[in-house]
């Protein structure tokens, strides 16, 4: 079946601008995570949604970055006024519940290497 | 301290050997964990998972924990090529959120 979808695969954008990253998760997944991974970095979390619960924006590294769920299904990670700092590639995965009463397996998307210039 | 520790290597075994990569991490509330592999421009996938201390063993891959010591590894027997790649572990607690932290990764290079 279809994996995890991303939307743009590259994007390059001026310091400054706004971008809109993209994620399709597995049908059926009803949990949705974003990671970034700068170069030579581990995955740092972001934000997470499960079902129609408020999402965990704990990860978030500042009010420039919001993301939204709708339908349950696709989602997007938007970032206002980019910074060179926000340079990395960006990663949603989706699990098919939150694992909240037991593990469960996240599926990775190929990513979207943003660079900001 | 780092929640997740793990040596970035590069750790290099010859085609055949046994490669032994490890992972410590501080929050004593983990219950889960992960072994992701990534390779070098791609996105990470599962290769173990790890919830019970002893052994767990899957084909070439045996994943070991130690909640005690707070420590967990991953034992690739007759190493191939193919398993050159970072492999990042990834502790979770169950019962929370369900957001993995995961640790910088263990560059692996297999020489033939």
């Known amino acids: 079946g279809a994996g995890v979808s991303q939307s743009p695969s590259n994007k390059v954008t001026e310091k400054g601008k706004d971008v809109e990253l993209r994620c399709d998760p597995i049908s059926g997944h009803t949990a949705l995570y974003w990671y970034r991974q700068s170069l030579g970095q581990g995955l740092e979390f972001l934000i997470y949604?499960?079902?129609?619960?408020?999402?965990?924006k704990s990860g978030l590294p500042s009010d420039r970055f919001s993301a939204e769920r709708t339908g349950g299904s696709v989602s997007t990670l938007t970032i206002q006024r980019t910074q060179q700092e926000d340079s990395a590639v960006y990663l949603c995965a989706s699990s098919l519940t939150a694992g909240v009463r037991g593990p469960d397996t996240q599926y990775f998307g190929p990513g979207t290497r943003l660079t900001v210039l | 301290q780092k929640e997740v520790e793990q040596n970035s290597g590069p750790l290099s075994v010859p085609e055949g050997a046994i490669a032994s990569l490890n992972c410590t991490y501080s929050?004593?509330?983990?219950?889960?964990f992960f072994w992701y592999r990534q390779y070098s421009g791609k996105s990470p996938e599962l290769i173990m998972s790890i919830y019970s201390n002893g052994d767990k063993e899957d084909g070439r891959f045996t994943a070991q924990l130690n909640k005690a010591s707070q420590y967990v590894s991953l034992l690739i027997r007759d190493s191939q090529p193919s398993d050159s790649a970072t492999y990042l572990c990834a502790p979770r607690r169950t019962g929370t959120a369900s957001k993995l932290t995961f640790g910088t990764g263990t560059r692996l290079q297999v020489t033939l």
């Open positions: 949604f499960q079902g129609n619960s408020a999402p965990d």
């Open positions: 929050d004593r509330g983990s219950q889960s």
